[in-house]
């Protein structure tokens, strides 16, 4: 999953899960998105300051945490 995001995405991923989903540029989302760790909480590109974290998102991120 994570391994084909770029390494920046990590970031990324950390910027949704403390609610900046919007500063997040649009082709890191949907890379997000594909990797099945984000959400889009909206329909489309235009909506993805409504982008959330999916199970395996919010997963990955707490095992980094530890």
Do not use: F, N
């Not at 390494?7 to 594909?34: H, K, N, Q």
């Not at 889009?40 to 409504?50: N, S, T």
């Amino acid at each position: 999953m994570i391994d084909e995001c770029d390494p920046d995405d990590l970031d990324y991923l950390a910027w949704i899960a403390e609610g900046r989903a919007a500063v997040v540029p649009v082709d890191a989302t949907l890379r997000l998105v594909a990797a099945g760790l984000v959400v889009q909480v909206g329909d489309g590109v235009a909506e993805r300051q409504c982008a959330e974290l999916s199970p395996a998102g919010l997963k990955h991120i707490r095992s980094s945490d530890q």
